[in-house]
């Protein structure tokens, strides 16, 4: 993914009922100054108000208050040495939130923005869409505020051992099975998993995904997320009896789930015009050349302005919103919040069909409401990009049976999936009466699984 960060505005948050109310005042009150924490959490406990009318044992039994607060959470120091010879101190966090579907799931994100707030948000966000990919995998999510751009390779493996030197110890492929994020890739994998093969003297290859091919790696992991996300906003279409096929669509971020969205949506007949970094963005109306942003973000590390000096008829926009192009669909796909209400009126004004999240929660909850309010088909993150979760548990099928699948066997099983979780949060928005509101849908059928399954299983 790319390395913009957005910060986090002060929401306004839709009212809750009478019953979400004091839960959403007391996970403010024990977590104070976690605000991407407290929007994951809010939208939430918004959408299930009509399950709690419906449901009461959920109520009776403390469901909500069991969820808002993870099983554990882990917070530790990570000293390594650079290649000056000088001591470094970073700090690690891994937060493992529900564990009731299956062993804990979810990305490490190593970035300077870091927080305890943003590894919450994460990894509440994980419970729903873990449950949503029927996977049998729970909820948790990880990382450090150590930044890996522009530090060798050497760096990169001498700061991730010393992470997993502590991390070990919360992992295993029945407990806790990480994979990558935002500044984890196939290195960092590589470098924490040998660390953690090397500590525990086992080779577990199902306690990491998004390996390498080579070394238990699985076809589609890495084009997952973005291949999802296309995949979902063609399932959104066709409800609508509307293809791909000739759409613009306009994506943010350079990082691997920007390029393989580009990328599937050049393959089911639209053009992808735009991608983007912190640096600003840009616009090629011919479609973007993924060989090349490839080339220039993975294997040169470079700026996004590179590709418009290489490719004729692109330019290159400095600073600015991505979301001013005229597009048919977007595609964000860089971070939280990068999407604000000034974006959604830009993309409304020029006449978008439809928005499905290809990062997590990347759109503001005033960005969300305009969108609906406009009848714009908006696919949220937990729902829309929830390919590359889905595959990372294929992942683990894969290891633990000893197999290994071919690509077109994998994408078959990912868009089979995809349109799984179309579906349920198609019609769960159905059942409770707001029909083709999949932000309401993809949270109440991810919550109806999660919370049955705590109700059979007991206070634990």
Not at 26 to 49: D, K, M, T, W, Y
Not at 67 to 72: G, K, Y
Not at 211 to 222: C, P
Not at 337 to 354: M, S
């Amino acid at each position: 993914m790319t390395d913009t960060i957005i910060e986090t505005p002060t929401a306004e948050f839709h009212p809750l009922s009478s019953i979400a109310q004091p839960i959403f005042d007391a996970v403010r009150a024990l977590n104070p100054n976690e605000p991407e924490f407290h929007q994951a959490v809010h939208e939430v406990l918004h959408s299930i108000g009509p399950v709690l009318d419906r449901h009461p044992e959920y109520v009776d039994a403390g469901v909500l208050e069991r969820l808002v607060e993870p099983e554990r959470q882990v917070i530790f120091r990570v000293p390594w040495v650079d290649d000056d010879g000088r001591l470094q101190v970073n700090r690690g966090y891994r937060v493992q939130y529900s564990s009731v579907l299956g062993p804990y799931k979810g990305g490490l994100r190593f970035h300077p923005s870091v927080n305890i707030s943003i590894i919450k948000f994460l990894g509440f966000e994980q419970i729903f869409k873990n449950a949503l990919t029927g996977q049998g995998i729970g909820g948790g999510k990880g990382g450090s505020n150590f930044d890996p751009h522009g530090r060798s390779d050497a760096e990169v493996m001498r700061f991730c051992q010393s992470f997993m030197n502590e991390l070990y110890r919360h992992l295993g492929e029945h407990t806790d099975v990480p994979a990558g994020d935002i500044g984890v890739g196939g290195r960092e994998i590589g470098y924490l998993f040998g660390q953690y093969r090397k500590i525990t003297n086992r080779h577990e290859s199902g306690m990491f995904t998004g390996k390498g091919i080579g070394w238990g790696g699985a076809q589609v992991r890495t084009e997952a997320t973005g291949y999802g996300a296309v995949f979902f906003a063609q399932e959104m279409l066709a409800v609508h009896g509307e293809s791909l096929e000739g759409k613009r669509v306009g994506i943010s971020g350079s990082g691997n789930v920007a390029i393989y969205a580009i990328q599937k949506a050049a393959q089911l007949g639209a053009t992808a015009v735009t991608a983007s970094d912190s640096s600003g963005y840009v616009v090629d109306d011919a479609g973007i050349d993924v060989d090349l942003l490839r080339r220039i973000k993975e294997v040169e590390r470079g700026r996004i302005v590179e590709y418009a000096k290489r490719r004729p008829g692109a330019r290159f926009v400095e600073g600015g919103s991505v979301w001013e192009v005229p597009v048919d669909i977007a595609v964000p796909s860089a971070t939280q919040n990068e999407l604000d209400a000034d974006g959604a009126r830009a993309l409304i004004a020029n006449g978008v069909r439809a928005v499905s999240e290809g990062a997590n929660m990347p759109s503001t909850p005033e960005a969300v409401a305009l969108f609906q309010d406009a009848g714009v088909l908006f696919a949220p993150g937990k729902a829309a990009n929830a390919g590359g979760v889905a595959t990372s548990a294929l992942e683990m099928s894969q290891n633990a049976a000893r197999q290994r699948w071919g690509f077109d066997d994998s994408e078959r099983r990912l868009r089979a999936i995809m349109s799984d979780i179309h579906h349920a949060a198609f019609e769960a928005a159905e059942r409770y009466d707001v029909p083709g509101d999949y932000v309401a849908g993809a949270n109440i059928a991810g919550f109806e699984r999660v919370a049955n399954a705590m109700l059979a299983q007991g206070v634990i």
